[in-house]
């Protein structure tokens, strides 16, 4: 079957429509109250970032719910770095290129709070104190300079089912963490071995720099 691919602005609006009135004119450049309710209550993000030659990179970031976004002002934001696999592909690419997008998710909830701005790296501020968890000081900051916000509609989590239970069979087919780190990562690691760092004491080092 031939394929037909869409290739300028044109032919996308000709096949999806114009949007909405109000689907065009929601985007703000400042943070409203609701949107700082919704920063304090979500526990994860999606870091969307690109390399000076555009290719991408999306980096997810969790923390408890009220310390995962720290807000400076009414168009600046913070995103505190915890321990990782330090390859730090979406830092790199901000070094390159500031340009960074974010979707911002509560469970249960199927609309997002989506964020696009201009990003830094930051080592050091006064703020770093509200960014402590569990008695650990991140490294780093992500530091955004807000450009856009808006809230995006529910469609894809009713369509995905996401957040319904009776939908969950996280093993059915994909095999369990330490199955895929032997498989493609880690070969000379026995099963056992795996499953041991990824238990209990994998939770318990979450704060802990490797």
Request: hydrophobic share 40%.
């Amino acid at each position: 079957m031939t394929w037909t691919e869409i290739s300028d602005d044109a032919a996308l609006t000709a096949l999806l429509g114009e949007p909405t009135a109000a689907a065009r004119g929601k985007e703000r450049s400042t943070l409203t109250d609701v949107d700082r309710d919704w920063l304090a209550s979500t526990p994860f993000c999606f870091l969307a970032t690109a390399d000076a030659e555009g290719r991408c990179d999306v980096s997810p970031k969790g923390d408890p719910a009220g310390q995962l976004v720290h807000v400076i002002d009414e168009t600046t934001i913070a995103i505190a770095e915890r321990p990782g696999n330090r390859r730090a592909d979406g830092y790199r690419n901000i070094l390159a290129n500031g340009q960074v997008g974010l979707n911002f998710l509560i469970p249960g909830r199927g609309d997002t709070l989506r964020i696009n701005g201009r990003a830094r790296l930051v080592s050091e501020a006064p703020f770093f104190d509200d960014l402590v968890v569990k008695g650990h000081r991140p490294l780093l900051a992500v530091v955004v300079e807000i450009e856009t916000v808006f809230f995006h509609c529910a469609k894809a989590f009713l369509r995905s089912q996401l957040w319904h239970p009776e939908t969950w069979e996280p093993e059915a087919i994909v095999p369990r963490r330490a199955v895929l780190a032997q498989r493609l990562e880690r070969p000379e690691t026995s099963i056992e071995e795996l499953d041991d760092y990824y238990g209990q004491s994998y939770e318990e080092r979450l704060y802990v720099q490797p």
